[in-house]
């Protein structure tokens, strides 16, 4: 069974800075991109940052509105996958989402996803 758990969504000031977490199990970690994406009610899911492994390099990159500000890693041993964010924005409110990916298998998983709340 495939699961992927996110962790540490928090209500933080603009300004400040949050570190999410997403542990995953039941998967191959290193042959899946990995991405982390963001919602508000009412619009569609966004793409935040990805990353993807190619033998011992990773390749991220990252939406506009957050280059400079976040930064994607992923520990391929541990299964884990993190988005350290700094210079949080109240824009950035959200509920934060960790995918795995990869097109090969024709697998696709979400978390369940975890809030951040940046208040002004």
């Known amino acids: 069974q495939v699961q992927l758990v996110e962790s540490g969504g928090d209500l933080v000031q603009a300004g400040g800075s949050l570190r999410l977490s997403c542990t995953a199990s039941g998967i191959i970690f290193s042959i899946y991109t990995m991405d982390w994406y963001r919602q508000t009610p009412g619009k569609q899911r966004e793409l935040v940052a990805t990353?993807?492994?190619?033998?011992?390099?990773?390749?991220?990159e990252y939406a506009e509105s957050v280059k400079g500000r976040f930064t994607i890693s992923r520990d391929n041993v541990k299964g884990t996958l993190n988005l350290q964010m700094n210079n949080l924005k109240p824009e950035d409110t959200a509920v934060y989402y960790c995918?795995?990916?990869?097109?090969?298998?024709?697998?696709?998983?979400w978390g369940q996803g975890t809030q951040v709340t940046v208040s002004s």
């Open positions: 990353i993807t492994s190619l033998g011992r390099t990773n390749y991220a």
């Open positions: 995918h795995a990916s990869n097109a090969r298998r024709g697998d696709d998983y």
